[in-house]
């Protein structure tokens, strides 16, 4: 009898820590993943699924300038579609769509998807963004697809900061001084220098005295 019990005191024992165990790598792993993977706004509407979607207004606090929505669209159906149009509900911003490449409308491939933001992608800038929307809040976002149609999510606003930098707003005010100077100055000042002291000087004195100065000699032997 004592035998039973200290052996079905052992079993349950056994349960509880394995039991335990689960639990420790359940929270772990939930943990990780979510360290790795924010928790940005997803939905799926028939063929079109929206992932990652996000506003993201200019790094500074108060800058004015144009926001962005970055999300990436995924197209499962056979049938490509076009994002014909993204509106914020409850503002009247303006949302102007423009793909990686050439002009027209932003063209998700069947079988494929297309990402908003970052260099060398589609992009949709958020015309006055900094009075449309604030950092912090959650902005409800309308995506028209050609054949699917309305693709409706909530996403974070989050200013470009830290992970989020490389996909703000491509309008901002700061980005424009840099270009226009540098390749001003630098060019226009070593080529010319170089190109006018050189051979006007070398090549004419060179060819002006030796050859002369040979044929004199050769006449008069």
């Known amino acids: 009898m004592s035998r039973s019990l200290r052996r079905g005191a052992l079993a349950a ?31 799926t509407k028939g063929e079109i699924a929206v992932q990652n979607a996000l506003v993201i207004t200019q790094g500074e606090k108060g800058k004015k300038g144009p926001a962005a929505v970055s999300a990436t669209v995924f197209n499962s159906g ?5 994002l014909d149009g993204i509106t914020l509900t ?7 769509l423009k793909p990686a490449e050439g002009t027209g409308k932003i063209t998700v491939p069947a079988g494929g998807s297309v990402v908003l933001g970052g260099t060398g992608n589609a992009s949709a800038s ?14 409800n976002i309308v995506f028209q697809l050609s054949s699917t149609g309305d693709v409706e999510l909530d996403a ?14 491509s309008g ?5 001084p840099a270009p ?15 190109a006018a002291g050189t051979p ?9 005295g030796s050859p002369s100065g040979s044929a004199s000699h050769a006449a008069g032997h």
């Open 13 to 43: 024992t056994a349960v509880v820590f394995s039991i335990a165990s689960l639990a420790a790598c359940g929270a772990g792993n939930d943990a990780q993943t979510l360290q790795v993977k924010p928790d940005n706004a997803a939905v």
């Open 78 to 82: 056979a049938k490509a579609q076009t």
């Open 90 to 96: 409850g503002g009247k911003a303006k949302v102007v």
């Open 126 to 139: 958020i015309e006055n963004g900094h009075e449309a929307v604030k950092d912090g809040d959650v902005q």
């Open 156 to 169: 974070f606003v989050v200013p470009a900061t830290g992970m989020y930098a490389g996909y703000g707003p």
């Open 172 to 176: 901002a005010p700061a980005a424009g």
């Open 180 to 194: 226009s100077g540098s390749p001003a100055g630098s060019p226009s000042g070593s080529p010319s220098g170089a």
């Open 200 to 208: 006007s000087g070398a090549p004419s004195g060179s060819a002006s």
